[in-house]
């Protein structure tokens, strides 16, 4: 089976957040989830709950030879393994040791209750697209052909900045 290129965005704010960070490319090189390019790193300010510390981010192209629902099923364990906790109450955007989510499989388009590709927030999060648009500036989203480069500029509110 061919090899298939994806997107991830990875993320930590508890804890050393490098060295959270350096383990799950560890853990996915570990599951043949294998980094091809990554961005520089972002220290960004939260958004849904402010109240937290700040998160270091980056986005990673990789290869691998799953099909989207078995690599979510990786990316969830390696969350769990390196001691994420799961939501509480249903609320998105706390705190957390490591975030890894698939922004991009190849140019699947898809929706299920578990997953949405293209990842359904990428378009309104500058952590995203900053990183994204830094490793790949001719990006573009696989259901609309808009180039992700385009977008940023709309983007404002949230501060990130390069480290």
């Known amino acids: 089976m061919p090899e298939k290129q994806v997107y991830l965005s990875l993320g930590s704010n508890l804890g050393d957040r490098e060295a959270n960070l ?4 560890t853990r996915l090189e570990d599951e043949h989830v294998h980094l ?3 961005s520089s790193w972002y220290e960004t300010e939260p958004q849904e709950m402010t109240d937290q ?8 192209v990789c290869e691998t030879r799953c099909f989207p629902l078995q690599l979510l099923t990786i990316l969830q364990g390696i969350e769990r393994e390196l001691g994420r906790a799961p939501k509480r109450g249903g609320v998105r955007g706390g705190p957390r040791l490591i975030d890894i989510d698939i922004l ?15 990842h359904p927030r990428m378009l309104q999060r500058r952590f995203v697209l900053e990183p994204l648009v830094e490793i790949a500036p001719d990006l573009r989203h696989p259901g609309t052909g808009e180039l992700y480069r385009a977008v940023l500029p709309t983007l404002t509110g949230q501060q990130v900045k390069k480290v």
Request: hydrophobic share 55%; charged share 10%; net charge positive.
């Open 53 to 60: 510390p700040w998160f270091l981010n980056f986005v990673a």
């Open 36 to 38: 091809i390019q990554q």
């Open 104 to 118: 991009l499989f190849g140019n699947v388009s898809m929706e299920l209750p578990q997953l949405t590709l293209p």
């Open 22 to 25: 350096r383990r799950a490319i």
